[in-house]
């Protein structure tokens, strides 16, 4: 993609390009701008060399397109350090050159080049580049993706393979978004952000390209938990019900799927959602108690030490920092 040298964007604010720097001068000035401009990210540089660092952002309305250039890295998300007033995002991640290993939500894929994966800035994650690597995301309003396509959460972290065909497709659009979107009127931008959430229909994991009855329990017992996981009380056993098998051979199938039982899964899911209402400005006056009962925990003490164990911090001191920033 050496096209990508052919700047995007006449906006400085907008760009970031550390090759006019000294080298001894580049990681620092790499680490400042992508916290600048990513609130929430930490960056270990793994380079004595320090060879690239470009970034170019073109507005999409309420999204944007992000094309990066990096040098070896370590990058870390950390949504407790983003500003309560900032939209979450949204992201697919497109590897056009190198390598990048993601992780999010106990899920692990190594993207190479054509490979694409969602991210999601509700909860912590992870990218890992050991050498140099080109990535375009295509970053869109949180709420407006998952309102149109709720199914989009499920697939953060997970492979979406260059191999299959509905992957090429949606990879090429985003390219050709990357020229096209600099040229386009204000409205026009605003519209192609709504098509591209639609076109997200077509993104294929690689997890779903196996169509056996197995797989396809585990993509039923995952939905189940989505719809269900706020009532109290709700009991793995009535999942794998739900399913037509045994709790221990849906435990198997999810563990083989996601790396976690099914207890698991519906315990990560309800403590995810109650970290997004504690963060939620319209749900500030709710008691932590409140919040707890919403997502189907049935005890506000349990809820705090499970809470704690995963975000390391309490629900009261999490919100508190959403409320300082």
Request: glycine share 6%; proline share 5%.
């Amino acid at each position: 993609m050496s096209q990508w040298q052919t700047s995007c964007t006449d906006d400085p604010d907008r760009q970031l390009d550390v090759s006019a720097l000294s080298h001894e001068r580049r990681a620092t000035a790499w680490y400042g701008g992508l916290r600048k401009n990513f609130p929430g990210l930490s960056v270990t540089v793994r380079s004595a060399e320090y060879p690239v660092g470009r970034m170019e952002r073109v507005s999409l309305g309420p999204g944007e397109l992000v094309a990066i250039n990096s040098m070896p890295a370590l990058v870390r998300y950390h949504p407790e350090s983003v500003p309560s007033h900032l939209d979450l995002h949204l992201s697919l991640m497109l590897q056009v050159g190198g390598s990048t290993t993601a992780s999010q939500a106990d899920r692990e894929c190594t993207l190479q080049q054509g490979d694409m994966c969602l991210m999601d800035e509700c909860s912590p994650f992870q990218l890992s580049g050991e050498g140099c690597s080109q990535i375009l995301f295509l970053r869109m309003p949180r709420r407006l993706a998952m309102g149109r396509l709720n199914r989009l959460e499920n697939q953060c972290g997970l492979l979406l393979p260059a191999s299959e065909p509905g992957n090429r497709l949606l990879a090429d659009m985003l390219v050709r978004m990357l020229f096209a979107a600099p040229h386009l009127a204000e409205p026009q931008r605003v519209a192609l952000i709504g098509s591209a959430i639609h076109m997200l229909g077509l993104a294929q994991p690689v997890d779903d390209l196996y169509a056996g009855t197995e797989h396809r329990r585990v993509r039923h017992a995952i939905e189940f938990i989505e719809r269900n996981c706020s009532v109290a009380g709700l009991r793995a056993e009535e999942v794998a019900q739900a399913q037509g098998v045994s709790r221990r051979r849906l435990d198997q199938l999810m563990r083989a799927a996601l790396g976690r039982t099914v207890c698991q899964h519906l315990w990560a899911r309800r403590l995810a959602r109650a970290s997004a209402d504690l963060r939620d400005p319209a749900q500030r006056q709710a008691s932590i108690a409140q919040v707890a009962f919403a997502n189907g925990f049935e005890d506000a003490a349990h809820f705090t030490r499970a809470f704690k164990r995963i975000q390391g911090v309490t629900p009261t001191e999490w919100r508190a920092v959403r409320a300082l920033n």
